[in-house]
């Protein structure tokens, strides 16, 4: 079946549509996708962001509350504040201070807590059974207030047990800045289309967010339905993602979903309309290109016809032919086939090498951080689906090769530690009842430079040379800190004791050219450090743990 070049190129103008729609229709798909992917993980960005915050400001009511519950006197002082005038508390108090040793004053003890948690916003303390309660707030140094005025729905509380009948006696209540968690909100995207709501066990409402997108209307939907008393939120209406914090309290995060289609939308619209206009504009071209390129092909095809004809000296006119190939074909008809196999030869070897080369090139250039990206992307997966020691794996092994693919010359000392710390723990993952760790650090010297991968070689040793997993006795252990100027590294372990002569061995020639069996990892550890550290020294003993100790030394 033979196609003319008119029907031909109408073929080729509907491909070209068809796969520019398609490539469209793929990329705003994929668009839309990665948006719903997005808010996913915005909501539990902003779960985990404030998990975190709630579970501080819960410590805070909970060591506030064990602290007034410490002794009975505690108790007996603040119960006296809240019952008598100031003169009287000021008597009772001295009193206490001649019979107990300890100094107690409330209002001065509770200014305390706001040096020792800034975050802290309020704190109320009252008694089951009394009418009076203690309400401060930063810089007011604290009063009396009726228990009704005082307690609150945005408040955490913590209950306060008297020691000397242990039973809950009153209630401490905290809250915390709302600043805070918005400076945190603010560094999520798409945390404009978030709504939040912090719930204890009885639908009631501590806290709740709104992003600066949720329209007024949504907002009054979303309060509709906490006034009801039951936060039963329609997944048809909204994006819902929730998370308990010990059994008490609730997050619940929700997107609207109008709202994400919406947004998804203005998204794909600009992909669909750049779609439309390349499509429009290449398909112009087309036109115009082969319009011009058949003209002139007919022109030669004519010559050759004439030629098929055995009119010899008919030659083509290459005076209006704009394309360089067709001149070139009109010039060169009878030889161009010959040159065109050895051009296509000899193009066709090039390209080989060339893929090759650029294959090559490519492979050495693939950034490394792809992986960790998708590692990420696995343990976020994992948390989503509750399994919190798989993500804890691929966390410790995602920070594990960010650590192997850094080009640094030098790093910190708790980076090392941390990354020897990665490398022992997917290990312990591996036989959990066989191995033991301890890593000792001085967190002064954390930020101590010393030349990348100069603690992990030692430590591997163990695993290759030491460790032995068919018994549950494995241990190793590194201890960092100062000694006056110096700096003192140990890594201990339990695996194999080496001979006197083995030690003598490996100790003497880290100072010399020799190369012992097994030790090159030790030596290239003590020329680096060497190299970029002062007044450095390295040692090799055996220890009382049936093991080898390895100490380094050097000035900070």
């Known amino acids: ?21 398609i490539g469209t229709l793929f990329f705003s798909i994929y668009s839309y996708r990665n948006f719903q992917q997005e808010l996913v993980l915005t909501q539990d960005y902003a779960i985990s962001q404030t998990t975190t915050l709630f579970n501080e400001n819960l410590n805070v009511a ?18 006296q504040y809240l019952q008598s005038s100031p003169a009287k508390y000021a008597s009772f108090t001295l009193d206490q201070t001649d019979r107990t ?10 200014q305390l807590f706001y040096i020792k948690h800034p975050n802290m916003e309020k704190l109320v303390i009252t008694f089951f059974n009394q009418y009076s309660a203690f309400k401060a707030e930063k810089g007011n140094g604290g009063y009396k207030t009726s228990a009704k005025k005082a307690l609150s729905n945005d408040l955490i509380y913590s209950p306060i047990v008297d020691p000397r009948i242990q039973s809950a006696v009153g209630l401490v209540g905290t809250s915390f800045k709302k600043e805070v968690l918005l400076n945190k909100f603010r560094n999520i995207n798409n945390h404009k289309y978030l709504s939040m709501l912090i719930v204890n066990t009885d639908d009631r409402i501590l806290y709740k967010y709104f992003g600066k997108s949720v329209t007024k209307e949504q907002r009054n939907h979303i309060k509709n339905i906490v006034s009801k008393g039951h936060l039963n939120f329609s997944p048809h209406e909204y994006l819902i993602r929730s998370s308990w914090i010990d059994d008490d309290y609730r997050i619940i995060t929700l997107i609207p979903k109008n709202v994400s289609l919406t947004a998804s939308l203005n998204r794909i619209l600009p992909i669909a309309l750049s779609g439309i206009l390349v499509e429009v504009l ?26 098929s004809e055995n009119h010899l000296n008919v030659r083509v006119s290459s005076d209006n032919l704009v394309y360089d190939d067709l001149a070139d074909l009109s010039t060169n008809i009878d030889s161009m086939l010959d040159a065109i196999k050895r051009y296509i030869n000899e193009v066709y070897q090039i390209k080989i090498l060339q893929q090759e080369t650029q294959m090559k090139a490519l492979q050495s250039q693939i950034n490394p951080h792809f992986m960790a990206n998708t590692l990420e992307y696995i343990r976020m997966a994992a948390l989503d689906i509750g399994a919190r020691d798989l993500a804890k794996v691929v966390y410790n092994f995602a920070a594990l090769l960010r650590g192997n693919v850094d080009n640094k010359v030098m790093s910190t000392l708790k980076q090392e530690v941390d990354l020897v ?4 723990y997917l290990y312990q993952v591996r036989f959990p009842d066989k191995l033991a760790y301890q890593i000792k650090f001085d967190p002064q010297i954390s930020q101590i430079e010393i030349p990348r991968f100069s603690l992990q070689p030692i430590v591997e040793n163990y695993f290759v040379h030491g460790v032995d997993f068919t018994n549950a006795m494995n241990a190793i252990e590194i201890n960092a800190r100062k000694i006056e100027n110096r700096i003192v590294i140990d890594i201990i372990d339990n695996g194999h004791p080496m001979s006197e002569e083995r030690l003598q061995e490996i100790n003497s020639y880290f100072t010399t050219d020799e190369i012992v069996a097994n030790s090159v990892g030790l030596r290239n550890v003590y020329l680096r450090m060497a190299n970029y550290t002062k007044n450095f020294e390295m040692k090799i003993a055996n220890n009382q743990y049936d093991g080898v100790t390895v100490t380094m030394f050097f000035d900070v």
Do not use: C
């Open 62 to 79: 909970d060591s506030i509350s064990d602290y007034v519950s410490e002794n009975g006197e505690h108790i007996d002082n603040i119960r």
């Open 1 to 21: 079946m033979r196609l003319g070049f008119k029907r031909l190129m109408i073929y080729y103008g509907i491909a070209l549509a068809l796969f520019t729609t």
């Open 282 to 307: 290449l398909v112009v071209i087309f036109v115009f290109t082969f319009k011009s390129y058949r003209r002139q092909l007919d022109a030669i095809i004519k010559t050759t016809r004439q030629v």
């Open 101 to 110: 040793g300890e100094y107690f004053n409330w209002p001065m003890t509770s």
């Open 421 to 424: 710390k990665n490398y022992i």
